[in-house]
C-alpha cells in the first residue's frame, strides 16, 4: 500500500508529464506554414513607427496600486457583511476598527496626492 507521499509524488509527475505531452502532440500534430505576415512582429494590430520606448509617469501605477489595495480589501469585508446579523458585538467591533485603519490608509493616499489623475 502507498502511503500519503507516493501519491503526492505520483501526482507531481502526472501533472509535469500531460502538459509537456500535449505540447509535444501539438508541437507535431499543428500544421506550419510560415509566411512573412505570420512571422511579422504584432502589436495591438498596428507597426510600431519611430522609438517604441514610451515612459509612463510613476503616478499611473501608484493609482492602480491604491485601487488594487482598496478593491482587495472589500473582499475581506463581503464575507462580514453576509454573516452580519448572525456575528457577536466582538466581530462588529473589529470590522469597525478595520474600516477606519482603511479610512486612515484612504486619508494618507488623498493627502499624498496619489488619487490625483493628471
Do not use: H
Amino acid at each position: 500500500m502507498l502511503n500519503d507521499w507516493s501519491y503526492v509524488a505520483i501526482f507531481t509527475v502526472i501533472s509535469m508529464f500531460l502538459p509537456a505531452a500535449a505540447i509535444a502532440i501539438a508541437s507535431f500534430l499543428a500544421p506550419k506554414k510560415p509566411n512573412p505576415i505570420k512571422n511579422s512582429i504584432y502589436e495591438c494590430g498596428v507597426e510600431t513607427v519611430g522609438a517604441t520606448w514610451v515612459q509612463f509617469k510613476v503616478q499611473y501605477y501608484i493609482y492602480t496600486l491604491v485601487f488594487l489595495l482598496f478593491d482587495v480589501e472589500i473582499i475581506f469585508l463581503y464575507p462580514w457583511a453576509v454573516a452580519y446579523n448572525q456575528l457577536p458585538l466582538f466581530a462588529v467591533v473589529e470590522v469597525i476598527i478595520f474600516i477606519l485603519i482603511l479610512l486612515g490608509g484612504l486619508l494618507y493616499a488623498w493627502r499624498k496626492g496619489a488619487l490625483e489623475w493628471v
